[in-house]
């Protein structure tokens, strides 16, 4: 393909259309989050085994195993290149290749997987067959190298009800609305779906103690978000233009920020959370590319009355379509819950297309001072809460912090995580006219803190 007539990855193109159908049953399941349409990366390896981790592509029930598609010799020039790229313990070097190399494989997998085929990519269906791993069978790690990542705050909602309870007189402070805030996180903790941690121990300072106390955190806490994998980079001392940075972005994935609230509420000021939010960060296997969710783009717009962004975090693309509609939901599964058999129940439902700066904003904003992104860094979009309070998407928020306990079905109530609480967070996009594609699940569960000598 040229540059030409590679399309770009916010238009629609023959990838997308919702009548595709793939000679794998499983990916025409109803409801099912990996239609042919959707294409989403992982690494994988068989559960059990000492296999290398290598990159996949998820189609129904199955992974298309890349280094099994490279070593085969299935595909053909750029789609190869690619796949060869992906066939790596971690997605890094696809992730630098650039969008018209995953462009390239997303086309090549979509017409070998199509009933029938297609003429321009023959690919012999049982050659590709050879290649497919159930997902029943995988465990997967974190997808990429994650040399830096970055938290960011984008939900005005979410802002809004965290400084009510932070800075009573001071709810949103006056650099939210033109700013789109973030700190430094840390890396090292980041794990895949099915992460156990244990409760963090650290400071606090109790409501009228007169000195801080140490011991477990009284008060953990979910962050629903999702996460954005810097796909090709940019040289340090130069900025991205909003106009092609989101031709930098690999995809999207679940995050959760799991997140300690005493020990933040002592230590965040002047230099913003340290301790409160380093000891884990959940990520789902799944990193689903911006070319799949064209379908589910959105406008971006600005509430009546507030300033519109400065002209370095504004373009005619980002106002028209710069945002997602991905419906985003979190359940929580007790231990009572899980020995009784019962499924997680529902305590969120919203939608990413609330937040009030977009992907092109934030990796835009990100390097207007110079700074580098670099393939597989990571940026959280912050607590993706909706306008309303069964949209958000912390307990801070939900419990009013802490003050209303949350009902469980069973009879159980939560006001923050207890010892073997899991959390699960799940994201999808649908609507007429367009193929259902969703991202999986992202589970962590909540261990014991460890125990404190003498
Ligand atoms: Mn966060």
Request: aromatic fraction near 8%; include cysteine; charged fraction near 15%.
């Amino acid at each position: 393909m040229t540059a030409q007539n590679t399309p770009r990855q916010d238009v629609l193109n023959e990838t997308h259309h919702p009548a595709l159908q793939s000679w794998l049953p499983s990916a025409q399941a109803a409801g099912g989050d990996f239609p042919i349409q959707n294409l989403p990366f992982a690494v994988f390896r068989r559960q059990g085994t000492g296999e290398a981790f290598r990159g996949g592509v998820a189609i129904g029930d199955q992974i298309i195993d890349l280094a099994a598609v490279a070593q085969a010799g299935l595909l053909k020039g750029a789609a190869a290149a690619a796949a060869q790229a992906g066939a790596q313990d971690k997605l890094n070097a696809l992730m630098a290749l650039g969008a018209p190399a995953w462009r390239a494989l997303r086309l090549a997998l979509s017409r070998a997987l199509r009933q029938g085929g297609h003429p321009e990519n023959p690919v012999e269906q049982a050659a590709l067959q050879a290649c497919l791993v159930p997902q029943a069978e995988a465990e997967y790690d974190v997808p990429a190298r994650i040399g830096d990542y970055t938290d960011f705050y984008t939900s005005i909602h979410h802002a809004t009800n965290i400084g009510k309870q932070f800075r009573p007189d001071n709810a949103l402070l006056p650099n939210y609305k033109w700013v789109p805030i973030g700190y430094h996180g840390r890396t090292s903790s980041i794990g895949v779906s099915g992460q156990q941690f244990r409760r963090p121990l650290g400071q606090t300072m109790p409501p009228g103690a007169s000195a801080p106390s140490f011991g477990p955190c009284k008060r953990l806490d979910i962050e629903l978000e999702l996460g954005i994998y810097v796909g090709s980079g940019n040289t340090l001392g130069e900025a991205l233009d909003i106009t092609d940075a989101e031709d930098h972005v690999f995809g999207i994935c679940l995050l959760n920020d799991w997140s300690a609230r005493d020990i933040q509420g002592w230590e965040y000021q002047p230099l913003g959370p340290f301790l409160a939010k380093n000891f884990a960060t959940t990520v789902s296997p799944w990193v689903v590319t911006l070319e799949a969710l064209a379908p589910y783009r959105v406008a971006f717009t600005r509430p009546e009355g507030d300033p519109q962004p400065m002209a370095y975090l504004d373009s005619a693309a980002n106002r028209s379509g710069g945002a997602f509609d991905i419906q985003l939901q979190v359940g929580l599964q007790t231990p009572q819950m899980r020995a009784d058999g019962q499924a997680d129940a529902s305590i969120c439902r919203t939608s990413y297309r609330h937040a009030y700066w977009t992907v092109a904003q934030m990796l835009t904003h990100h390097t207007v001072n110079g700074c580098n992104l670099q393939p597989g860094d990571l940026l959280g979009s912050g607590t993706l809460s909706g306008p309303t309070l069964d949209q958000a998407g912390a307990l801070i928020e939900l419990t009013t912090g802490g003050k209303n306990p949350i009902a469980l079905p069973g009879g159980e109530q939560r006001t923050w995580l207890e010892d073997g609480d899991s959390v699960v967070l799940r994201g999808w996009c649908e609507r007429e006219g367009a193929a259902r594609i969703g991202f999986g699940e992202c589970v962590g569960t909540v261990l014991p803190a460890r125990t404190l000598e003498g």
